[in-house]
């Protein structure tokens, strides 16, 4: 697998479900549960933060406050973190996920592929899985899944 273009073609596939939309259209809810695509977004944007946190614990930064939430909360995350952005604006959120995700980006290009696929490097997610299934299971198909969601709900507004 090649981490860097799963990266890319997943954060397309966000900016292309979203591209166009209207921010009042952003705002209703129901697309994914209760969520609004700016919920959605908001919880994208805290699952690259998290992703970030993990590419950066493989580059042996001692720091990962997202990832020490997230497994210190388990379920309750994602909502507490949508609940988090809940002051800010659909376009603060577009733009805080399209930060995290360059990060995200700029942080797997640093590690090397051998240590990208080298399995039990993530004892939470299964000893038998690497960073490169990390990446396709937990941040390219999450993404596939929420953006089937936004364009279930974009051809409502038809």
Wanted: one cysteine or more; aromatic letters at 10%.
């Amino acid at each position: 697998m090649n981490l860097d273009d799963v990266l890319k073609y997943g954060h397309q596939t966000v900016v292309n479900s979203i591209n166009g939309l209207d921010e009042a259209d952003c705002l209703v809810s129901g697309v994914c549960g209760f969520w609004s695509v700016r919920d959605i977004i908001a919880h994208l944007a805290s699952h690259e933060l998290l992703l970030g946190d993990i590419l950066n614990a493989f580059l042996g930064k001692a720091s990962t406050p997202h990832l020490d939430d997230y497994l210190a909360q388990g379920y309750t995350f994602n909502d507490m973190e949508v609940d988090k952005r809940k002051g800010m604006s659909y376009t603060e959120i577009v733009r805080e996920y399209e930060n995290a995700q360059a990060q995200v980006r700029e942080l797997a290009a640093r590690i090397p592929i051998e240590k990208r696929r080298q399995a039990g490097t993530l004892p939470w997610y299964g000893a038998e899985y690497d960073l490169e299934d990390l990446v396709a299971y937990s941040n390219y198909g999450h993404k596939r899944e929420h953006c089937a969601q936004i364009a279930v709900y974009r051809d409502t507004l038809k």
